[in-house]
């Protein structure tokens, strides 16, 4: 178990924006940062940073928190595995505290999952470069193909040694449980015995963003046909082929600050550029490119630029998969190599200069390539024409920009030799088809929130929660302020009329708030803000400041949520560029004393009402002189709060 004392350096240590910044691409917004959603689909900003709060929020999905919290929900990871990611990352010491056998005992699934795959990188990197059989086959293979000891130790590549199960007896001398050597799909498990997976070939291992051993691919280097040359981990709780890409991790840094990301095939084209310099650039790893994967990249940068080996039935098998790019909102640029060469193969041949120059000079744009490749088939062929000018015009419906599109139809229609209105009305009957269906699914999700609101009515329970919630956030953002409060007291003229006097007092939010819910004693209805407000309280008390931070890190992971919710829902403001389209939200800072007092005026209002219904059917069902004063006092308090509020009773 992590020290207290460790947890709280690591939390004062880690920079919020720096380490989200490695998952997903922000871009300065005022003090803040902002970048796309890494937990849903969309192409505008949803997702906020606060460097000042160090917190987070997405306000797409309603996730948020603390660093730690971005950890766990994006990379799955569990409190300690954020907790020493960061302690890693920042070189920071971490003093463990004694565990409990309960403790000890507690074994989670995934994480031996991991171990596992952790275990076997680094046994089948060992195997490579220190035995017999590793150097003569898999590390020779390496260095033939111009990898170095830098680039081999940095992709921590890897050899299963050629025997049956050498790396299943090793893991299970180690103490790994048979069930995870067989979930990761490391060993094979069947009723006469156990076997490696992946014996005599080289291997690549496949990292997650944040660089978790997921899975591995595995090359064999012998001249059997009736072995699959390359061999992908299977899918397990750990490893979806369908959402990795291989490399990502490596090159996630350069994909950010270059703002475009390579596309290639193979585990070796990735490897070759990056040693040649050209870091940006990741793999599909042989499967169709997904949704997931152009999700994983569009975090990053919203600019990918395909790298094609030249071979014309690859390149068209491909398009389906740039299309789904343009579908996602990307830029796409294409880069052909010349005859016979492939990404791995250019870069072993070719200097760093030569390299760069080549992906500067040759990039197309996609349409453009598209149009040209497809046009050399149709050999005027008028129905081929037809058909080209069809799957053209499907693929610029994909894109989002409007103008954009307009663009590319202008393009196509002058390389086709064809007018813009023949393209247009193509596009107008593709773009009817879609939008047929996404009205559709409109209908039903108005349908679906139209039932959702007939069952839920507003009430004063609503109101309450709402009030309560306000109280909550102006105490964690202004509770420190010290402002003048206007106070009414009730005080009789010469005539016997009872009239409202205003009185001017200097006091912090806070203890102003505080007095005042002590003097009606009133409590919160809502379990977790009144929670919140005792331990606000408790430190008021203590340390005669609020600190939010102890909040933001609370140990509840309910509460710590409900902290990030409160503290980021103005920054909605930035994402919305509210000020660009001259919409100017109130600053509450200048009239902070106002919204206090009517919060809590408003919060009295509504226990009054609520007093008052109680007390009617109280009379009701036992009619008594005392509840019927009550009720009556209970009422002239309320006219008092509404003449203080300026309503109409």
């Given at each position: ?8 350096l ?12 490695e ?10 940062y ?22 987070w ?24 595995e ?55 086959i898999?590390l020779?293979?390496?260095k ?24 299943t ?9 048979i ?19 992946f014996k005599?070939?080289?291997?690549f ?25 390359y061999?992908?981990s299977p ?5 979806h082929?369908?959402k ?14 270059a ?13 070759s ?38 071979d ?15 579908a996602?909102g ?9 005859d016979g ?10 200097s ?9 000079t ?7 390539f ?11 062929d ?29 393009e196509?229609?002058?390389?086709m ?26 209908q ?7 039932q ?16 309560e ?19 009414f007291?009730?005080n ?27 003097e ?5 209805s ?5 929670t ?10 203590q340390d005669?400041?609020?600190n ?11 509460i ?22 001259k ?17 809590i ?15 009617k ?7 008594q ?7 009556q ?17």
């Amino acid at each position: 178990m992590i020290s207290r004392a460790t947890i709280d350096l690591i939390f004062q240590t880690a920079q919020i924006d720096e380490v989200i910044g490695e998952f997903v691409h922000l871009k300065k917004a005022g003090s803040n940062y902002k970048g796309l959603s890494p937990f849903s689909d969309e192409r505008t900003p949803s997702f906020m940073v606060s460097p000042t709060k160090q917190i987070w929020k997405d306000f797409s999905s309603g996730k948020g928190g603390s660093v730690v919290t971005f950890l766990m929900e994006h990379e799955h990871f569990t409190y300690p595995e954020a907790l020493r990611y960061l302690a890693k990352k920042y070189n920071i010491e971490i003093e463990e505290l004694q565990q409990t056998d309960e403790q000890k005992l507690e074994a989670n699934e995934r994480e031996s999952m991991f171990l596992v795959t952790q275990f076997a990188a680094d046994y089948f990197h060992l195997n490579l470069i220190n035995t017999s059989q590793g150097k003569a086959i898999g590390l020779s293979y390496f260095k033939e193909r111009g990898f170095t000891d830098e680039t081999i130790k940095k992709f921590k590549l890897g050899y299963a040694l050629n025997d049956r199960d050498a790396f299943t007896k090793a893991a299970l001398n180690k103490g790994f449980q048979i069930d995870y050597l067989a979930k990761t799909g490391l060993t094979i498990v069947n009723e006469q015995s156990d076997f490696d997976r992946f014996k005599g070939r080289v291997l690549f291992p496949i990292l997650s963003m944040s660089g978790r051993v997921l899975g591995f691919g595995g090359r064999i280097l012998t001249s059997d046909k009736n072995v699959a040359k390359y061999l992908n981990s299977p899918e397990s709780d750990i490893y979806h082929k369908g959402k990795v890409l291989y490399g990502l991790f490596e090159a996630k840094q350069a994909i950010a600050k270059a703002d475009n990301c390579y596309l290639v095939e193979g585990y070796t084209d990735v490897i070759s550029l990056h040693q040649n310099g050209i870091e940006n650039v990741v793999a599909s790893s042989g499967t169709a490119l997904t949704p997931d994967q152009i999700r994983l990249i569009s975090r990053l940068t919203k600019n990918i630029t395909v790298l094609y080996d030249g071979d014309a039935p690859g390149i068209k098998a491909s398009f389906r998969g740039v299309d789904l790019i343009l579908a996602e909102g990307l830029n796409v640029k294409v880069l052909t190599f010349p005859d016979g060469d492939d990404p791995d193969s250019f870069a072993r041949k070719s200097s760093q200069a030569e390299i760069k120059e080549f992906l500067e000079t040759q990039v197309k744009d996609f349409i453009t390539f598209k149009v040209s490749l497809l046009l050399e088939e149709t050999k005027n062929d008028p129905i081929k024409k037809a058909g080209l000018i069809r799957e053209i015009v499907l693929s610029i419906s994909k894109i989002p920009d409007l103008i954009q599109r307009e663009i590319y139809l202008q393009e196509c229609a002058r390389l086709m030799n064809i007018s813009e209105s023949v393209l247009f009305n193509e596009l107008a009957q593709h773009l009817k088809k879609s939008n047929t269906q996404t009205i559709q699914q409109l209908q039903q999700i108005q349908k679906e929130a139209f039932q959702v609101v007939k069952t839920e009515a507003p009430s004063d329970i609503n109101t309450l929660f709402v009030l309560e919630k306000a109280i909550i956030k102006i105490l964690l953002l202004y509770g420190n302020n010290e402002v003048e409060f206007v106070d009414f007291v009730a005080n009789t003229n010469a005539d016997g009329l009872e009239l409202m006097e205003e009185q001017i007092i200097v006091n912090t939010v806070a203890k102003e708030i505080y007095l005042q819910l002590q003097e009606d004693e009133i409590e919160f209805s809502n379990e977790l803000f009144k929670t919140i407000y005792f331990d606000i309280i408790h430190q008021l008390n203590q340390d005669e400041k609020i600190n939010i931070d102890a909040f933001v890190t609370h140990k509840s992971p309910d509460i710590a949520q409900v902290i990030t919710d409160i503290l980021m829902e103005d920054e909605k403001y930035l994402i919305s560029n509210w000020e660009l389209k001259k919409i100017y939200p109130p600053k509450i800072a200048d009239k902070l004393s106002q919204w206090v007092t009517d919060t809590i005026l408003n919060l009295r209002r509504i226990l009054i009402l609520q007093k008052i219904e109680a007390l009617k059917k109280e009379v009701q069902e036992s009619p008594q002189l005392q509840l019927l004063e009550q009720v009556q006092n209970y009422i002239h308090l309320k006219k008092l709060l509404c003449e203080k509020l300026k309503r109409v009773v």
